[in-house]
């Protein structure tokens, strides 16, 4: 039988309660993997989706008093975030799921980081998107699990960063993958009962709507951003995933380093060649980031792929427990280094204890995929020295991003 994608169906709370069946996965995992780890065989490019013509609302772009009144903004004076000078090397190669009816604009760019940040989206006014997801921590939350609305229910996933969450080709969101875009994605916190409070019994996304119509800057900010004051689920959802993409990864230390070797013609485009400004161990962690198992290498770089490092389409599970059914995904690894909880379950502290295992701790079972299996099928086991070990997480800490983790243009627009 083939690996089946079991899909938890329903909430967040319900995430790993399997509950349905998704389709059969096709199991394309590396069987091939050669000395350098080719950066998956990425899918043609999407075609870049020709951007969404901004609407050209009425009123000039003046921040109006209530914007004014509640946040920071300066309407006449937009941050960039549909077109950001990215390195060359995020080309039409790098694989991209923005929808072509929802490409980033500053408009509604815009909108998305007032709804991201505002305690408002919560049943009683206590948490906001932000909460959970910290712009400081790489999007992500150095709880191992969140506490929502109530301050006393916790998820039961860990949380998830959310940087070059748009390189994440196949779209689905969430560890298992339970949500087909980061549009849908996006109202599933809003009405999670745990999370920001609005399920059935608060009157659902309709009774948030309701609410957003009675905050003075929303009718406004909704005017600025699509043309007219209707507030709709669909757009509060286009607005919250056209923020996330724009979180867009570029200025690491390795980002850097990388730059300066980069071409796009040279084999696997210089991917893995010495990096200049790194140290020894960080160059022997890229090596082993980038090089397979069968050539000395770690094969990382075969699911968590540069310069992205978002995870490859064709991933499957990652062997943390023995017979395990359900085929998980991984954020980009892009600001992994200041993240405190790993894996779905948070289970992992430290990214030595990440190391250790995929070293010695892979466990076999149905959703495992082939690139981490040794030869005759088993679970590998890379016996790494003490040093390579260190080496890895050294590289791993080259991919923080404290341009993205301290951008205005990502903090709280609110004001104090
Ligand atoms: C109470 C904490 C909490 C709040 C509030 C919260 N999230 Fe999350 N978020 C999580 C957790 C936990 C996960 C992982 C859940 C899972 O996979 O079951 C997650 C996952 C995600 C993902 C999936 C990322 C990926 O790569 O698959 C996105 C996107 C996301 N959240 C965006 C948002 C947005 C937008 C909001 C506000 C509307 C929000 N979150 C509010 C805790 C939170
Ligand atoms: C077969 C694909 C695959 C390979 C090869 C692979 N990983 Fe992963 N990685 C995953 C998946 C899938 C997850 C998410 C697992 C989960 O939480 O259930 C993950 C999670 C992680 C995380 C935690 C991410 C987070 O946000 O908590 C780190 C760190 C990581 N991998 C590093 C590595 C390193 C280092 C290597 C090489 C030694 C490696 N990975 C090799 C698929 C892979």
């Known amino acids: 039988m083939t690996r089946q994608a079991l899909l938890a169906a329903g909430s967040m709370m ?12 096709s199991t394309a995992t590396g069987a091939s993997i050669t000395a350098t780890v080719t950066p998956t065989p990425t899918p043609t490019p999407t075609p870049t ?29 937009l941050a960039n975030y549909a077109n950001p000078a990215l390195p060359p090397y995020y080309d039409g190669t790098v694989p991209d799921n923005t929808p072509p009816g929802n490409a980033v604009t500053d408009r509604i760019a815009t909108l998305g980081r007032v709804l991201f940040y505002d305690k408002r ?19 992500d939350d150095p709880r ?29 969101m969430f560890w298992n993958k339970r949500t087909a875009s980061v549009e849908a994605q996006a109202s599933q916190p809003i009405t999670n009962a745990i999370e920001m409070g609005w399920d059935a019994s608060a009157g659902g996304i309709a009774a948030l709507i309701t609410k957003m119509r009675g905050l003075s800057y929303y009718p406004d900010l909704f005017t600025f951003a699509f ?32 730059a300066q070797v980069f071409s796009a013609t040279a084999q696997n485009r210089n991917v893995n060649v010495t990096l200049p400004g790194f140290s020894d161990a960080e160059n022997r962690g890229r090596q082993l980031f980038m090089t397979a198992p069968n050539a000395g290498g770690a094969g990382c770089a075969a ?6 490092y978002a995870l490859a389409a064709n991933s ?39 190391v250790e295992h995929y070293n010695s701790g892979i466990q076999a079972g149905p959703a495992l995929d082939n690139r981490l299996s040794g030869p005759g099928g088993n679970p590998q086991r890379l016996n790494l020295s003490a040093a390579d070990k260190a080496a890895l997480v050294a590289f791993m800490q080259t991919l923080t991003d404290g341009t993205l983790n301290s951008d205005p243009k990502f903090s709280d627009p609110f004001k104090k």
């Open 49 to 77: 989706p020709t951007p969404t013509p901004t609407p050209t609302p009425t009123p000039a772009p003046i921040t109006s008093a209530s914007i004014a009144e509640f946040t920071t903004l300066d309407l006449s004076a």
């Open 121 to 139: 989206l919560s049943v009683n006014d206590s948490v906001s998107c932000a909460s959970c997801h910290r712009q400081a921590n790489g999007f």
């Open 227 to 258: 043309g007219d004051a209707n507030i709709s689920e669909t757009r509060i959802q286009q607005a919250l995933a056209q923020f996330e993409r724009a979180m867009i990864s570029s200025n690491s230390r390795w980002d850097t380093a990388y």
């Open 316 to 354: 499957d599970s990652n062997g943390l427990d023995a017979g395990e059914t359900v085929i998980f995904k991984s954020p980009a690894l892009k600001n992994i280094g200041v993240s405190q909880a790993f894996m779905h379950d948070g289970r992992f502290a430290t990214l030595d204890q990440v």
């Open 303 to 308: 699911c968590h792929v540069p310069p992205s």
């Open 14 to 25: 319900a995430a790993f309660a399997l509950t349905a069946c998704g389709g059969s996965s």
């Open 144 to 172: 191992r699990f969140s506490t929502g609305f109530s301050g006393a229910a916790f998820t039961t996933a860990h949380a998830m960063r959310l940087g070059n969450i748009r390189y994440y080709r196949p779209g689905t």
